[in-house]
């Protein structure tokens, strides 16, 4: 899988108890991707995934991977601080058995859901500062520093942080493994601001984007997922 890129947008909330990011359910079922969700489609990865509105206990986006790698991706402005609580369902018709999300070669996942966070440059190291300079020389999207990749993985244990293996830039959360059961709807809720401090050792600044993602690029095999709405919520006082 190629290395991710995330627009940064300007949307801004105040005064709501909840961001309703993907709002799948509201959708049509006509061919159209869900309103404010683009494509997001990685040039190093030649086949691509399918994302469509369907009916599955309501309107759902189903994605479909077939030796691809893509996905759709919103940009949105959220602060962390104010509505921490990430929440959304999911379901997957299968596992991908030989999947290791610590190796590059086997760095398949039947279902993502990532969120890109606001990173000052200046905070690191001038090795990574150069990387990060020639990484936008290649991509022509925005480049975040920091991400979570919340992953339903195979054998690694949930709750695990494993570092992408493209880039440290990024960490991968396991919410669901091969224990998992497929086929069934599972609701998820994290605490985005407490795992993105487990992740990388300090507080997050401000999300600028969430994004879902299928693939199976990496060993060539096929997977099925069905996302529902995805929802930032203020934490419970």
């Known amino acids: 899988m190629a290395l991710i890129t995330f627009l940064f947008a300007g949307l801004v909330y105040a005064d709501l108890p909840f961001i309703v990011v993907g709002t799948f359910s509201s959708g ?31 309107t759902v986006v189903k994605a479909v991977a077939d ?21 959304w369902r999911w379901k997957v018709a299968n596992i991908i058995e ?47 520093l920091r991400a979570i990749s919340y992953t339903w993985g195979n054998k690694t244990p949930r709750e695990s942080i494993v570092p992408m293996p493209y880039t440290g830039w990024f960490k991968q959360l396991v919410v669901e493994n091969a224990a998992s059961p497929v086929n069934n709807w599972i609701t998820e809720e994290r605490d985005v601001y407490e795992d993105y401090r487990k992740a990388f050792g300090e507080d997050p600044t401000g999300i600028t984007g969430v994004a879902i993602m ?10 099925t997922a069905w996302y529902g709405d995805i929802t930032f919520k203020e934490r419970t006082r």
């Not at 996942?109 to 990060?132: C, N, Q, T, W």
């Not at 299928?214 to 997977?223: L, Y």
């Open 67 to 87: 030796a691809s790698a893509s996905g759709l991706m919103r940009n949105i402005t959220i602060d962390p601080r104010e509505y921490p609580i990430l929440q």
């Open 98 to 144: 030989t999947a290791d999300v610590s190796r590059k070669e086997s760095n398949d996942s039947p279902a993502r859901v990532y969120v890109a966070f606001a990173y000052d440059i200046r905070k690191v190291g001038l090795l990574e500062r150069l990387k990060y300079e020639a990484a936008k020389r290649i991509y022509t999207q925005s480049l975040p």
């Open 214 to 223: 299928t693939n199976t690029d990496n060993m060539g095999g096929q997977a």
């Open 28 to 58: 049509s079922v006509d061919g159209h991707l869900p309103t404010d969700w683009n494509p997001w489609i990685l040039k190093n990865v030649k086949r691509h995934s399918a994302y469509m509105l369907v009916r599955d206990d309501g």
